[in-house]
């Protein structure tokens, strides 16, 4: 079956650290553009980060830049996100989601999401 | 504020045809594949449409999609109460080098 399970999900204070992880199954991940997509309490999706299949490329929305990281292990068919100096308004559920074959951004399989905290 | 703009709302009876339009600019919608995702509440997002007007297997043929110029719709037929969720258009920005959401639609069924 194909499927990807977030975690590393966590209450945390402002100006904390977090990783997320994806872990990757049912398919070559390797193979796939890879992207994390939030969405915030009561608010609509939000575009965060994306990564090639090589790690070559990657490119990241404004309100994260210089703050999160997104990274990939493709023997561990793993997608992280690195997660820096977290402000309230990072709060959300995360969900990875991949690339279908062919387009680097139309998202084919999400995983179930992992809820971040960011409070004092 | 999002970049691709969408109607808050839209509501249809049983049956009915509804569409909800998203509107964009030159370097996103103008120039690129639009996308579609249904989200029900707790649960992640699935496709309905992707590449404009194509239709992910399993998804019935009452969804469909299409694009003129700067703007997207998905049109839903045949209107049943399993509809009932928020709707998202997405494109890729080639200046803004991410991928856009629009602000959402919630599809009432009456």
């Known amino acids: 079956e194909v499927q990807l399970v977030e975690s590393g999900g966590d209450l945390v204070q402002p100006g904390e650290s977090l990783r997320l992880s994806c872990a990757a199954s049912?398919?070559?991940?390797?193979?796939?553009?890879m992207h994390w997509v939030c969405q915030a309490p009561g608010k609509g999706l939000v575009w965060v980060s994306r990564?090639?299949?090589?790690?070559?490329?990657?490119n990241y929305a404004e309100s994260v830049k210089g703050r999160f990281t997104i990274s990939r292990d493709n023997a561990k068919n793993t997608l992280y996100l690195q997660m820096n100096s977290l402000r309230v308004d990072d709060t959300a559920v995360y969900y990875c989601?991949?690339?279908?074959?062919?387009?680097?951004?139309?998202?084919?399989?999400w995983g179930q999401g992992t809820v971040v905290t960011v409070s004092s | 504020q999002s970049v691709l703009t969408q109607p808050p709302s839209a509501s249809g009876t049983p049956g009915q045809r509804v569409t909800i339009s998203c509107s964009g600019g030159?370097?996103?919608?103008?120039?690129?594949?639009v996308n579609w995702y249904q989200k029900l509440p707790g649960t992640a997002p699935k496709s309905v449409i992707y590449?404009?007007?194509q239709r992910p297997s399993g998804v019935p043929d009452r969804f469909s999609g299409s694009k003129s110029g700067t703007s997207a719709s998905l049109a839903i037929s045949g209107l049943q109460s399993g509809d009932e969720a928020v709707y998202y258009c997405?494109?890729?920005?080639?200046?803004?080098?991410?991928?856009?959401f629009g602000g959402g639609t919630k599809l009432t069924v009456l």
């Open positions: 989601a991949r690339s279908r074959e062919g387009l680097r951004n139309a998202f084919d399989i």
């Open positions: 030159s370097s996103n919608i103008g120039s690129n594949y």
């Open positions: 997405s494109s890729w920005d080639a200046s803004l080098k991410a991928v856009l």
């Open positions: 049912g398919f070559a991940f390797s193979d796939y553009w």
């Open positions: 990564i090639s299949t090589d790690e070559t490329s990657t």
């Open positions: 590449s404009n007007n």
